[in-house]
């Protein structure tokens, strides 16, 4: 059974950093490409970062571009995302996802507030 | 950047009567290799999303045949035959013909 388990949300202030993980299982994760999407309350989906199954290509959405960094370990089966000078417009549930989206985890929170 | 459009934003279904959603993108998703890259899934209240089409037409793993897709190009269409009360929550497509792109998604309701 295919699962990722995102976690490493939590609360932090405007400026402040946070590192999410997202453990893969269920599936050769070294040959996927994988990606970040979070989704604001009461908002719809928004696609964050995508990264290769090497590394080779990372990409992300202009609006995280130099604050977010992601990053995978085949080895652990993991995906990461740094967020750093985290603002309020940040906060929101962060799914990692396989592939083109096709295998979702169930999300992890993060709220930027003081 | 790709932009894709949805409509209606809501829908209301009698249990047992069909449902459509339309989906439109800003360029075509036809790749290079013959495949166009348009996915629709549903986020069902408190869940993450859940595949159901891939690939315009292709079901996913356990989606019942009630639903299904069409289109080419540009538009795009997600019908389910008969709507079902496990059915309600927020339809998305997308575009993963570059990165990925999504909708701003339909409300499906029972009526």
């Known amino acids: 059974e295919v699962q990722l388990v995102e976690s490493g949300g939590g609360l932090v202030q405007p400026g402040g950093s946070l590192r999410l993980s997202c453990a893969a299982s269920g599936f050769t994760f070294s040959t996927y490409s994988m990606n970040w999407v979070r989704q604001a309350p009461g908002k719809g989906l928004e696609w964050v970062s995508y990264?290769?199954?090497?590394?080779?290509?990372?990409y992300y959405a202009d609006s995280v571009k130099g604050r977010f960094t992601i990053s995978r370990d085949n080895a652990k089966n993991a995906l990461f995302l740094q967020m750093n000078s985290l603002r309020a417009e940040d906060t929101a549930v962060y799914f990692c996802a396989g592939g083109r989206a096709l295998y979702w985890g169930q999300g992890t929170l993060v709220t930027v507030s003081s | 950047d790709i932009v894709m459009t949805q409509t209606p934003l809501s829908l209301s279904v009698t249990p047992g009567q069909p449902a459509s959603i339309s989906c439109k993108s800003s360029q075509s998703l036809l790749h290079s290799d013959g495949k166009t890259y348009l996915y629709w899934y549903l986020q069902k209240p408190g869940q993450s999303p859940q595949l159901l089409i891939y690939e315009v037409s292709s079901r996913f793993s356990g989606v019942p045949d009630r639903f299904s897709g069409s289109g080419s190009g540009t538009d795009f269409t997600l019908k389910i035959s008969r709507v079902e009360a496990e059915d309600v929550g927020v339809y998305y497509c997308m575009q993963g013909i570059h990165l990925l792109t999504f909708g701003g998604g339909t409300k499906v309701e029972i009526k």
């Open positions: 990264i290769s199954s090497s590394s080779s290509s990372i």
